[in-house]
């Protein structure tokens, strides 16, 4: 105290971490900065790897501008990079808490901190739920590519953890943090808890060491060193522990002599054998000349230059662990490996297991696990080639398939589906013939075939690319109508179609019933080409019935002139195949189109270089226009397309008066050629110059967007920011053509104002427009577009804020028509009445620098029931092309639903009253300042039709930590019980709160509620169920609101327990722990740690207060709080 205070951001809060102030929101901008850490030929980045280092894991990654890190990467090892590499490429992992998608596309890091590994895996371990743990595991392999997937740094603890020992339940009785908790343990109760700990990071190290990825092992687990949080997880190594008699020690060296003997380990593939109950097996594939990366070999020692052969390793294996043990657990292999093969368990004895019957049967102990593997070159694993050539033709109720056989192969398998890529049924075994036919369908299902190989070891290949089939009856016959037109002329013109072909078409039981017969494709076929492939066919039409015929036609307007041949075809299997009608000779009916007297061809366009119309974070346009001196006589132009060497291709026709079009659909990179014909009514066409262009992407910098809570405003429109006006809006300072930039909202409307800057001395002289843009989306990520109303098919607002001006240093002229636009970036065109909701001239007005903006929810048409998120930003745009925009950044915020609906139930508690038990007090880290943090002011039920929603109301609602869902600070943990039956234990996920739930009212859901949806927006159900519901956050009304679908709890009436936490993200269950003294980031207060609620506030029934009923815990008995529920009833 009484120190000098800086006046900086701190990351987190904390002082002792200042952010850097990077303009234009990147720290590449830094320029001195930037070159003493990645640019200098000695920069911090390249000096380490020379010193010998492998790589770098960066810190916080996700909050440093992305081109930094492209930076980083290029200066490393990129084209800008070192010369050689001493130990090999170095590596770059991130440090990434969630989902590291976008950190792993090539451009920056290779590698993340694997959390989403870690927390599944402990989740695992101490619930027990194996269906979970794969769900999980699944989605990380869905989301990375393979190869940073394989170089995952798969940790489960690490300085910013406890000790996983901690986590796993492990005591002791020499620190202070579980003296209290060993007191009350007996011998036997302290051995037990130890012992259950220890099995269970030995469980933990057998998957993290057999699963793929890099296993990283925080130092010390491997010695069983444990500790609470930071700092008591960074004790020093205990190096009296490295003994021959350190049961954990032995157990790591054993796992990783495993590890590096078998690379079927590290590199092999990756397959769920079993997910059920408490116990998880995968297995692990190494078969053939590469690895699941591709690879032939790889260098296991860059000192040495030592590589393995995959083909040296080939090798299976499968890896188990089970939290509960079982009795004769049968594992399905029959997809996996042949029967015969023989496994070896290297973690117990080498204990052998043959595959009969295509499984293994296995018995497990408690907390267990087990390595199996089965090596090739003792026995015969190597499966053959999977057969070439697949066919399958498709007939009345049956399916023949052939395929091409395989040197080494003694007999096929075949594979059936109705989905495409999974759930294969084998309908056909031991086949020894390249064929089969397939009796047992349905005609006008599609189905999908596969077939393996086997050798006559038994080994069966993987599956054939599958081919699809759709068996149907064949048609009886096919007969064309007389077609007067047949060997006749037609003269050309525009709008002068043909004659009806019309084409009768019998199959039995089908066409001879009333109406067009099910089942049948018709299509109408025209061309100048004897091939028919290359024919234009579109949808015929059906006309009707004729003596149990189907009757179907099909017209055109020839645009050519020439012999042209025209008529219908038919398929009973949803196109896979044809029947072409055709006379009894096997011709087709064909016809000449001879000119008109008009052979003069209309005026040539002339167009204008091609350009670009970049777009925010997506593919640019292409605009291409064009002049024409004389448009007389052309009745439509039309624009052609070329790309790179394909052939050209129509993309529009338009009006004779059109002189612009803009192409959506293109890709960068790629050369592009354009043409426009001017077409006259005889169809005479003159052709334009060509031109080509090659688009590129709008070079942004990548970073991401501010998110900021929106607040109440009730602003005057009147282009002057009084004071208070804009006090509660979102808002952001500084960047390119802003200085700063507001958005707000009251009951009615929405309100922006932005202030930019002067106009840059490089556009005097030029035309340019300044354009607000504005986009909403629904939920609290700006991740799905709102369609306000159908004119609105985009996803931004532009609001012209200036006419078409010469840039000059005096104030610009503003637009004064009060319209607003919906933007479809294409240029100017873009903009039109069609697209415009008319605002009153006073909601759009500009006085000198200032911009303020009144829009009308109403006139938006926007469903203010669902939270929105609300993006801003400032273009300029000259002749339709963006040049400028601010903040790089967009502001982001997020615009609260309405509450509302029919009130069932409020209920008030005292303010003031966030200290739990009558003691508890913040942790002492300057972001828990502020008063109210956890103080629950009101609790409000509301009915809403189809969902419920529950309004929570704070004393103080901020967001310092930027938690996704709009706030930081409480965690809520909310009981109900409104059904029969029910748990009196807190759920797993809120037992750290440290209470018991009244017998009389046991609880039948539990919800779950923070301000970071991995943890923070889930409904437990009392048999076990799981459900995500929508939490979000209105800052200005410091609410917290959940909706629940009514399908998902039908019913509210009932007994509610309310609690409010501290969120913790590290904590047990996410809530923050309580000691007897505070601490940075532990709350204090708590006469006794091990039994006391972790509640700092609780919502009291009347006749009873909140001390009282938290202090109801037994510290002798060691039994937690009963709470006392409040009542819901309907009013």
């Known amino acids: 105290g009484g120190g000098e205070r800086y006046d900086y951001r701190g990351w987190w809060g904390l002082e002792s971490m200042p952010l850097l102030s990077a303009p234009e929101v990147s720290e590449l901008n830094l320029t001195s900065w930037a070159d003493y850490i990645i640019r200098d030929e000695n920069s911090i980045a390249r000096r380490w790897v020379a010193y010998g280092s492998s790589g770098w894991r960066l810190d916080v990654s996700p909050d440093v501008a992305a081109d930094f890190w492209a930076a980083f990467r290029d200066h490393l090892k990129g084209t800008a990079g070192m010369a050689s590499f001493p130990h090999g490429e170095p590596i770059m992992i991130a440090e990434n808490w969630h989902d590291a998608t976008l950190d792993l596309l090539g451009d920056t890091f290779d590698s993340t901190m694997n959390y989403r590994f870690r927390d599944a895996v402990v989740e695992f371990i101490l619930r027990g739920n194996a269906d979970i743990l794969d769900r999980t595991l699944t989605e990380v392999v869905e989301d990375y590519p393979a190869e940073a997937f394989y170089a995952m740094m798969n940790l489960i603890e690490s300085h910013d953890t406890e000790r996983i020992l901690k986590t796993f339940g492990a005591v002791e009785t020499d620190t202070f943090a579980d003296r209290e908790r060993a007191a009350g343990m007996s011998r036997e109760e302290f051995d037990k808890a130890n012992a259950v700990a220890r099995a269970r990071l030995k469980l933990m190290a057998i998957l993290k060491l057999g699963y793929p990825g890099s296993p990283t092992i925080y130092y010390g687990t491997e010695v069983g060193l444990t500790g609470h949080r930071d700092p008591d997880c960074r004790r020093t190594f205990p190096w009296e522990r490295v003994t021959e008699e350190n049961a954990i020690l032995d157990h790591y060296r054993t796992l990783g002599a495993i590890r590096n003997e078998h690379a079927v380990l590290r590199t092999g593939d990756l397959v769920t054998l079993h997910a059920q109950g408490g116990t998880y097996v995968i297995g692990r594939r190494l078969l053939g000349n590469t690895d699941a990366l591709g690879r032939s070999e790889h260098t296991i020692n860059y000192h040495t230059g030592e590589t393995v052969t995959i083909s040296d390793h080939n090798a299976l294996a499968i890896v188990v662990v089970t939290t509960t043990g079982e009795r004769e657990l049968r594992l399905d292999l029959s997809r996996f490996v042949r029967d015969g093969a023989v496994f070896s368990d290297l973690l117990n004895d080498g204990r052998e297991y043959g595959v009969a019957d295509g499984g293994i049967t296995l018995d497990l102990l408690r907390l267990s696990g087990a390595i199996l593997v089965a090596r090739h070159g003792t026995q015969d694993l190597l499966p053959p080639a999977p057969p070439r050539g697949l066919a399958a033709a498709s007939y009345d109720r049956r399916v023949e398939l052939t395929w091409e056989g395989v040197a080494d192969a003694v007999s096929y398998n075949v594979y059936r589906t109705m989905i495409i890529g999974g759930h294969y049924e084998r309908i056909a075994s031991a086949l020894t013939a390249l064929q089969f036919t397939d009796a047992e369908v349905e005609n006008m299902q599609r189905y999908f075939y596969a077939v393996t190989a086997v050798d006559a070891a038994g080994n069966e290949s993987r599956m054939t690319i599958h081919v699809a089939a759709v068996p149907s009856p064949a048609l009886d016959r096919v007969t064309i109508a007389p077609f007067a037109l047949h060997r006749g002329e037609h003269t050309i013109g525009v709008g002068n179609e043909i004659e009806s072909l019309v084409v009768a078409v019998r199959m039995a039981g089908v066409t001879d019933l009333p109406g067009r017969g099910a089942g049948i494709s018709a299509q109408f076929g025209f061309g100048q080409n004897p091939d028919p492939t290359t024919w234009t066919w579109i949808e015929a039409d059906y006309v009707g019935d004729q003596a149990g015929a189907d009757l179907y036609a099909g017209r055109f307007v020839p645009e050519q002139t020439g012999e042209w041949t025209v008529t219908l075809r038919f398929s009973t299997n949803n196109g896979m195949s044809w029947t072409i009608a055709a006379y009894p000779d096997g011709t087709w009916p064909r016809f000449t189109v001879i000119p008109t007297a008009d052979l003069t061809p209309p005026a040539v366009a002339r167009l204008a270089e091609a350009r670009l119309l970049h777009r925010h974070a997506a593919a640019s346009f292409v605009v291409v226009q064009w002049e024409i001196p004389e448009r007389a006589g052309i009745d439509h132009l039309r624009v052609l397309r070329q790309r790179e060497q394909q052939p050209w291709e129509e993309l529009a026709r338009l009006p004779a008066a059109a002189t612009s079009f803009t192409d959506r659909t293109v890709a960068h990179g790629q050369t592009y050629r354009y043409q426009v014909l001017a077409v006259d009514s005889s169809f005479n066409r003159s052709e334009s110059n060509v031109i080509s262009i090659t688009p590129d992407a709008l070079r942004l910098t990548r970073v991401s967007p501010i998110v900021s809570p929106l607040g109440e405003v009730s602003p005057t429109v009147d282009g002057t920011a009084g004071p208070g006006e804009w006090e509660k809006a979102a808002r952001f300072e500084g960047d390119g053509l802003l200085e700063a930039a507001f958005i707000g909202y009251d009951t009615h409307n929405l309100y922006l ?83 415009q909701i008319r605002l009153q001239m006073q909601r759009i007005v500009r006085v000198g620098e200032t911009i303020e903006v009144q829009i009308p929810f109403e006139e938006l048409g926007l469903d203010r029931t669902e939270e929105m998120t609300v993006w801003m930003r400032l273009a300029v745009e000259v002749a339709g092309e963006m040049i400028g925009t601010a903040p790089l950044r967009p502001v982001i915020a997020r615009l609260p639903a309405l509450v509302g609906g029919e009130a069932i139930a409020s209920f008030t508690d005292p303010a003031g009253d966030d200290h739990g038990l009558g003691t508890l007090v913040y942790p002492t880290a300057g972001v828990f300042d502020e008063k109210g943090l956890f103080d629950l002011l009101s609790y409000t039920i509301f009915d809403q039709g189809e969902k419920w929603l529950l309004a929570f109301e704070f004393a103080s609602l ?100 309310v609690l409010v936490g501290s969120q913790d993200g590290f904590g047990p269950d996410h809530i923050r722990p309580v000691a007897r003294i505070a601490g940075e980031w532990v709350g204090g207060g708590s006469p006794a740690p091990i039994v006391a609620p972790l509640v700092y506030d609780y919502l009291a029934p009347e006749g009873y207060t909140q001390e009282g009923i938290l202090s109801g815990f037994d510290v002798a008995a060691r039994t937690f709080a009963v709470l006392v529920p409040i009542v819901v009833d309907r009013r």
């Open 753 to 835: 104002r932005a202030d930019p800057v002067l106009v840059p001395t490089e556009w005097l002289g030029k035309e340019y427009r300044l354009v607000l843009y504005i986009g909403f989306h629904t939920g609290a990520d700006p991740g799905t577009p709102i369609n306000a109303r159908a004119r609105f098919s985009g996803v931004e607002l532009g609001f012209p804020l200036t006419q078409l001006v010469q840039a000059r240093f005096e104030h610009i002229r503003p637009d004064g028509r009060g319209n607003v636009f919906r933007f479809l970036a294409d240029g100017m065109e873009g903009w039109s009445f069609e697209n």
């Open 958 to 1057: 901020p967001n310092p930590w930027g938690g996704p869902l709009g706030f930081s600070h409480p965690i809520l943990n909310l009981y109900l019980d409104v059904a029969p039956g029910g748990l009196t234990e807190a759920h797993p996920d809120g037992d750290a709160m440290q209470i018991r739930l009244s017998e009389a009212h046991p609880w039948d859901f539990f919800i779950k509620v923070a301000g970071w949806p991995d943890y923070g927006r889930h409904l437990f159900t009392a048999d076990g169920g799981v459900h995500l519901v929508d939490v979000s956050a209105d800052p200005a009304r410091r609410l917290v609101l959940v909706r629940i679908p009514k399908n998902v709890l039908p019913e509210i009436r009932g007994a509610h327990y």
